[in-house]
Antibody, heavy 118, light 111 residues
């Protein structure tokens, strides 16, 4: 069974750093792109970027380029999303997704709620 | 402003059929058969319902169907049930450097 299990909710202050994780299992981790999707409170879905675990090829949507870093550790089949300096506007639910051909997000993690507040 | 345009809300009575539209451009919806639809219940992660315009993943009810004409894709739900009440999002492959674009979402209310 394909599973993406994300790390737990986080409460941070503006300016702090953060790294959240997404562990994949039940499939060949290195042969599917992993993506991150943001959902701000009461809003829609936004694709942030994707990474190919096989060679760590990473692509960012323009709105998120330079704002976050996506990485992967193949040895533990885990992808990461990190911020070096959080802002209040980063408050959102973040989902990791498995991307299949045709840009289909066929499996979703349960989501990680990030709250940034002073 | 989302790249793909969806109606903010639709509604229908149990047993009826509804259709949700998703309008893009020739750089996304109109140019490729890579439109997907996702269902999201409150407080839950989205779930894939339709991929490649009209294909259903295993386990998704055949009451859900997808189609496309030009730059507009559509999701039709027939025989509406109370459990279908949720937000629905379309997405498409795009030639822009965002890689994939989402619609703004449509709230389905089952009356």
């Amino acid at each position: 069974e394909v599973q993406l299990v994300q790390s737990g909710a986080e409460v941070k202050k503006p300016g702090e750093s953060l790294k959240i994780s997404c562990k994949g299992s039940g499939y060949s981790f290195t042969t599917y792109w992993i993506g991150w999707v943001r959902q701000m409170p009461g809003k829609g879905l936004e694709s942030m970027g994707i990474i190919y675990p096989g060679d760590s090829d990473t692509r960012y949507s323009p709105s998120f380029q330079g704002q976050v870093t996506i990485s992967v550790d193949r040895s533990i089949t885990t992808a990461y999303l990190q911020w070096s300096s959080l802002k209040a506007s980063d408050t959102a639910m973040y989902y990791c997704v498995r991307r299949s051909s045709g840009s289909v997000f066929d499996y979703w993690g349960q989501g990680t709620l990030v709250t940034v507040s002073s | 402003q989302s790249a793909l345009t969806q109606p903010a809300s639709v509604s229908g009575s149990p047993g009826q059929s509804i259709t949700i539209s998703c309008t893009g451009t020739s750089s996304d919806v109109g140019g490729y058969n890579y439109v997907s639809w996702y269902q999201q219940h409150p407080g839950k992660a989205p779930k894939l319902m339709i991929y490649e315009v009209s294909n259903r993943p295993s386990g998704v009810s055949n009451r859900f169907s997808g189609s496309k004409s030009g730059n507009t894709a559509s999701l039709t739900i027939s025989g509406l049930q109370a459990e279908d009440e949720a937000d629905y999002y379309c997405s498409s492959y795009t030639t822009s450097n965002t890689l994939v674009v989402f619609g703004g979402g449509t709230k389905l209310t089952v009356l």
